[in-house]
């Protein structure tokens, strides 16, 4: 629903609109962006941002006529050099995607100083209006589309419920601030907003660590 050409992917993409406008309650000279996708969030950012993404997904970002204001390209966090730091990590629609969300939020931890933002826009995964949401926009879209259930590609890509990623989040920052869209109780709102600032670094080295011990274990 990227590019909103049906009246219900307008739609959809019109409430997401909330997410890349809490994120630009901000401004920074650098950032990172994970799971940058389509590239459909740096035009809501200054031109002369330092802006570098991760994103495994090259064929999302490829074509983009955005890719020219990209400084750095990374497929994982793990492939940043260990000495960066960003002012601002930013998400937006990604978070609920991860598989392994605690190691990917302490490894955007170990990137980020005393006076660094992490930001992530995420869906209101587990309520009712979210459910109801994507039932009534993008899951008409996809069946006139494709004839299928959007419900079940929903169960398979959505991973990490809202609350588990707030709890994820609050664990490895400090200070961790909470608003949702267009209510602020979770079960009626479309989407939720975080922003986290002073990492927990000593709790973010010691999963990383014990992870590539589970590693080294396995081979």
């Known amino acids: 629903n990227r590019e909103g050409d049906r009246t219900v992917d307008n739609l959809a993409q019109r409430l997401e609109r909330w997410m890349h406008r809490q994120v630009i ?10 799971g940058a996708g389509t590239l459909n969030h740096i035009h809501h950012e200054h ?3 330092l802006y570098d993404i991760v994103e495994p997904f090259a ?7 955005q890719l020219d204001q990209v400084s750095n390209i990374y497929n994982s966090l793990k492939e940043i050099p260990e000495d960066k730091i960003y002012s601002r990590i930013i ?8 598989t ?3 190691l990917e939020v302490a490894l955007s931890a170990t990137h980020m100083g005393n006076s660094s933002i992490f930001q992530a826009g995420i869906p209101s995964e587990g309520g009712f209006l979210w459910w109801l949401g994507w039932r009534c926009t993008t899951g008409v879209s996809y069946w006139l589309r494709n ?8 169960r398979h890509e959505h991973v990490n419920k809202a609350n588990e990623i707030i709890a994820i989040v609050e664990y490895f920052f400090e200070n961790v601030k909470i608003k949702r869209f267009p209510m602020r109780f979770h079960s009626l709102s479309f989407y939720t907003y975080l922003e986290a600032t002073k ?3 000593d709790r973010a080295e010691q999963l990383i660590t014990s992870t590539k011990k589970k590693v080294l274990n396995i081979y």
């Open 147 to 154: 004839r299928l259930d959007y419900g079940i590609l929903m």
């Open 59 to 65: 064929e999302l970002y490829q074509n983009s006529s």
């Open 199 to 201: 990492p927990h670094m």
């Open 100 to 102: 392994n969300l605690p």
């Open 25 to 34: 309650s901000h401004r920074s000279a650098d950032l990172l962006e994970i």
């Open 47 to 49: 031109p002369n941002t």
């Open 91 to 98: 998400s937006i629609a990604t978070l609920e995607h991860m």
